[in-house]
Nanobody, 120 residues
Framework: QVQLVESGGGLVQAGGSLRLSCAAS???????LAWFRQAPGKERELVAT???????YYADSVKGRFTISRDNAKNTVDLHLSSLKPEDTAVYYC???????????????WGQGTQVTVSS
């Protein structure tokens, strides 16, 4: 099972951009990868997923603003966040699933999270 470590969070003004990166300890080739987020007082929610063959899915709230990508050679998955809004403030987690890339319950390997704060 891979281990995941996120980086790249921080404080940004509304309208700005950030790139989050997640590095895996082992090969991610056979895994679906995703980014989730959890805002204070709210449940964790799916932000974006990318399958082994690079199909992508985005939550409606981020579609057109966020881009997920993966590099299997480097065992990384990135999330580029643009046109950021205060409501994007959350802890962002990367996750891996051995199967079923669109089923959130299949994501059972998690990073420790990285904070993204968007000021208005």
């Amino acid at each position: 099972q891979v281990q995941l470590v996120e980086s790249g969070g921080g404080l940004v003004q509304a309208g700005g951009s950030l790139r989050l990166s997640c590095a895996a300890s082992g090969s991610t080739y056979t895994y679906a990868l995703a980014w989730f987020r959890q805002a204070p007082g709210k449940e964790r929610e799916l932000v974006a997923t990318i399958s082994r063959i690079h199909n992508t899915y985005y939550a409606d709230s981020v579609k057109g603003r966020f881009t997920i990508s993966r590099d299997n050679a480097k065992n990384t998955v990135d999330l580029h966040l643009s046109s950021l809004k205060p409501e994007d403030t959350a802890v962002y987690y990367c996750a891996a699933a051995a199967r079923g890339w669109l089923t959130t319950e299949n994501y059972n390997t998690w990073g420790q999270g990285t904070q993204v704060t968007v000021s208005s």
